[in-house]
């Protein structure tokens, strides 16, 4: 897809409309990219899905929040959530024992691929896949249930509506045989800080928790915020912490396209297969994401259409050269 931009750098940060002209603009590309995608299968519930759908929020550091589509469509988290799970295990065991459970580097596999964790590392390459997300659960599983997950997730999204879909969940539970394998692949290396069953149980929930773009927002922006809501000054991840998620959202939080990601978009962003997408623009905004119809490697295609063009639009790609001034200092 040909994307073309005009000359806005740095001056949607002074006009709100040029924002708001280029987030138009970002979502009718994502209008046009649906029909590349289809909707995941593999879990029935998800199948049910509205193909065509498609919304955008982008939500900046004084709480103004632009919207597009179906922003406000709920939907489940799905992968999304393993942002989540790494923040809080950051905050409650710090990075020295998280890193002591799960490595750091970018798989290439897919995300439910057992093929690495089998042959060549007894730790998960890294905590966005599947088997890294079951170690970072597991070890929250130790201290903290599935209301204590909930409440984190809820102030991280900076939405309070965020709550379980049972449907799903269900559907995840009967249906969740692979994780179930690497579960107990996990538990046969001697790695997996806590029951399998519970683990599995806690991590299904976690994936099937009801979100929005705007909530998905709210997630990138807590994140390009050094872990600090803006609006309440609530400090929910350490800067130091916070840069560790980042950096790992940055080379793996695409699943195996995220090389391809960083050099189109450049942005730390995280999918999931229920069609979300969050993205963490440092120091500036957050961006959410919902478009049910995914590539095949598991991404919203209309989500990464969009963010393509936003990144290119507004100069938000991570090495992206900025000679203009920001906050009276030069960038």
Request: net charge negative; aromatic share 8%.
């Amino acid at each position: 897809m040909e994307i073309t931009t005009p000359d806005t750098l740095g001056s949607w940060q002074t006009d709100p409309q040029v924002l708001d002209a280029e987030l138009e603009r970002a979502y009718q590309y994502g209008m046009d990219a649906r029909g590349e995608g289809r909707v995941a299968t593999y879990i029935p519930e998800l199948a049910r899905a509205d193909e065509d759908a498609f919304g955008i929020a982008v939500m900046t550091k004084d709480g103004t929040t632009i919207c597009r589509g179906d922003a406000s469509t709920r939907f489940t988290i799905q992968s999304v959530s393993k942002v989540v799970s790494l923040a809080m295990a950051l905050k409650r065991f710090g990075s020295q024992e998280v890193f002591s459970r799960v490595l750091m580097e970018p798989s290439g596999d897919s995300f439910s691929s057992i093929i690495k964790l089998d042959t060549v590392s007894n730790l998960p390459y890294n905590p966005l896949i599947n088997a890294g997300a079951m170690q970072m659960i597991g070890l929250l599983a130790t201290e903290c249930g599935f209301d204590d997950l909930l409440d984190y997730t809820r102030r991280m999204c900076m939405d309070d509506d965020i709550d379980l879909n049972e449907a799903v969940y269900q559907s995840e539970t009967d249906t969740g045989d692979r994780n179930r394998a690497i579960a107990y692949l996990l538990k046969s290396k001697d790695v997996l800080p806590a029951d399998p069953e519970e683990v599995l149980d806690l991590y299904f929930k976690m994936c099937s928790l009801n979100v929005n773009a705007v909530s998905l927002a709210g997630l990138g922006l807590t994140l390009a915020n050094d872990g600090q809501n803006p609006l309440t000054g609530e400090h929910l991840l350490s800067p130091r912490n916070t840069r560790c998620v980042n950096s790992i959202m940055f080379t793996c939080g695409m699943y195996d396209r995220s090389g391809e990601f960083g050099v189109r978009v450049g942005i730390p962003s995280k999918s999931g297969v229920g069609g979300g997408i969050t993205c963490s623009v440092r120091g500036r905004l957050g961006i959410g994401s919902y478009g049910p119809a995914l590539d095949d490697r598991g991404n919203s295609v209309a989500g990464f259409a969009a963010l393509e063009y936003l990144s290119r639009a507004l100069h938000l790609h991570a090495f992206d050269y900025h000679p203009y001034i920001e906050d009276g200092a030069e960038a």
